[in-house]
């Protein structure tokens, strides 16, 4: 079964940036591939979706701030998050840009205010 991990997550200040990894246990080259993110009381939100043809869509609320990229040669997913906003804070996950697949653990962002 398909497994994916997250990681990169940190406690980082406002206007700061983090790297957040997702290594997937398959390939990913031709698949489209998402980000997503999950704060308390929320539901679970796509902020950015990476297609197989290497285009973008990312979410209004990270449009300028966050890019999706990704690496096929090791199966892994980034999301480059800068200047980081106090409403940045969530558990951030990676699945496919439908959520297909099994989630992962996802990894914790935070950013106090």
């Known amino acids: 079964q398909l497994q994916l991990v997250e990681s990169g997550g940190d406690l980082v200040q406002p206007g700061e940036s983090l790297r957040l990894s997702c290594v997937a246990s398959?390939?990913?080259?031709?698949?489209?591939m998402g980000w997503y993110r999950e704060a308390p009381g929320k539901r679970r939100e796509l902020v950015a979706a990476l297609g197989a043809d290497g285009r973008t869509d990312d979410g209004d609320a990270v449009k300028g701030r966050f890019t999706i990229s990704k690496d096929n040669s090791k199966n892994t997913l980034y999301l480059h998050m800068n200047s980081l906003k106090p409403e940045d804070p969530a558990v951030y996950y990676c699945?496919?840009?439908?959520?297909?697949?099994?989630w992962g653990q996802g990894t914790q962002v935070t950013v106090p205010a």
């Open positions: 699945n496919t840009a439908l959520g297909l697949w099994p």
């Open positions: 398959g390939s990913l080259r031709w698949i489209n």
